[in-house]
């Protein structure tokens, strides 16, 4: 599909009626209209959430390139945290784009240690392609998987009361991210998270970029953000990150947070340039610090609006000075001993 100016998704390819009012997702009515081996499909299904949302999702496709692979063993992902509803903790879900894809030992250490701790509910999704519907079923302490096929029961989707407004979607911007994820055989696996974030979710929910472990034996957790530094010589972390990493070291894995350093504050440089144009590579850095609650300091006012997963308010945040933070690496560089640094210090 041709990227332009002006927002048009062709719902037409998708046998759905074009839709005036752009508080409702199109795609959770009609999964079974949609082509998944089909890239322009997936494109239009990516072009209905913010292009910052997306852009992230480059962001973390690059740091499981420069930074986990080669570097952290062993490492998961694709654990999610939903509110729980006013319940203390988290429901779990680890969610599984494609159910031939086995579970690793830190995958069942996870799975087995959340059932054990202040989580509601532990469960696994797995989408069901032949159907084109997510299935669901609760993990058993103990149980070990040879595969998903046949497990669960299917997940109802309906539509959430919002998605992003037109403004906050770029169709250039988001056109960039997808090229990007395209390229690395990410599309599809990026569109099937979104339908199920945005028709089975549709509430709060964050999801943890990467899980490791140290030498020693104690799992950590990563979470990776591309950010510019305030004004006041800190980066912004927003009070539902905050909640999540609180939690999480609260039930003893700590949590290291890495910044991929934007070199220049320019609209007209998007966050795509600054992976792929050599001349912002060159300037870009990894930053780390680990998320420690004392290391937080106020912030006077809410942070914009579109920082908001639905651009409509300015959300909470506390500032993270930046002498918290250490150097990582280049975007790129080679021999860093990257896990010696990220885990320093963090014992079982």
């Not at 508080?23 to 999964?31: A, I």
């Not at 920082?307 to 150097?327: C, M, Q, S, V, W």
Request: one cysteine or more.
């Amino acid at each position: 599909m041709a990227v332009n100016d002006s927002y048009s998704v062709n719902f037409t390819n998708f046998g759905v009626k074009p839709i005036l009012s752009m508080s409702y997702h199109p795609f959770c009515d009609h999964p079974h209209t949609i082509d998944f081996d089909n890239p322009s499909q997936l494109r239009e299904i990516l072009l209905l959430d913010k292009h910052t949302r997306i852009e992230g999702l480059c962001s973390e496709a690059v740091f499981w390139e420069d930074v986990v692979e080669g570097h952290l063993h062993p490492v998961t992902s694709d654990f999610w945290f939903v509110a729980a509803n006013g319940r203390p903790g988290y429901n779990v879900v680890r969610i599984v784009p494609d159910p031939e894809k086995s579970f690793n030992d830190l995958d069942y250490q996870l799975l087995d240690g959340f059932t054990t701790r202040h989580t509601p509910s532990i469960s696994i999704v797995w989408f069901d392609e032949a159907n084109r519907e997510f299935r669901k079923f609760a993990h058993i302490r103990g149980q070990r998987y040879h595969g998903l096929h046949g497990l669960g029961e299917p997940i109802p989707l309906h539509a959430p009361e919002e998605i992003a407004d037109i403004e906050d979607r770029n169709p250039v911007r988001i056109g960039k991210a997808c090229d990007f994820l395209e390229q690395r055989g990410l599309l599809k696996d990026a569109a099937i998270k979104r339908i199920f974030a945005n028709c089975c979710i549709g509430g709060a929910v964050w999801d943890v970029d990467a899980f490791t472990r140290t030498d020693t034996g104690k799992v950590v957790a990563l979470e990776v953000k591309q950010k510019y530094p305030t004004n006041f010589d800190s980066f912004g972390l927003n009070r539902g990150q905050q909640r999540l990493f609180r939690f999480l070291t609260g039930i003893g894995l700590p949590v290291v947070h890495v910044v991929l350093w934007k070199p220049v504050e320019d609209i007209d440089v998007h966050a795509i340039d600054l992976l792929t144009q050599e001349q912002w590579r060159s300037q870009t850095k990894w930053w780390f610090t680990r998320f420690v609650p004392e290391n937080l300091r106020p912030a006077a006012e809410p942070a914009p609006k579109y920082t908001d997963i639905f651009g409509r308010k300015g959300l909470n945040y506390d500032h993270i000075p930046l002498d918290k933070f250490a150097e990582l690496k280049g975007l790129g560089e080679t021999g860093v001993d990257v896990k010696g640094m990220l885990l320093a210090g963090i014992t079982a």
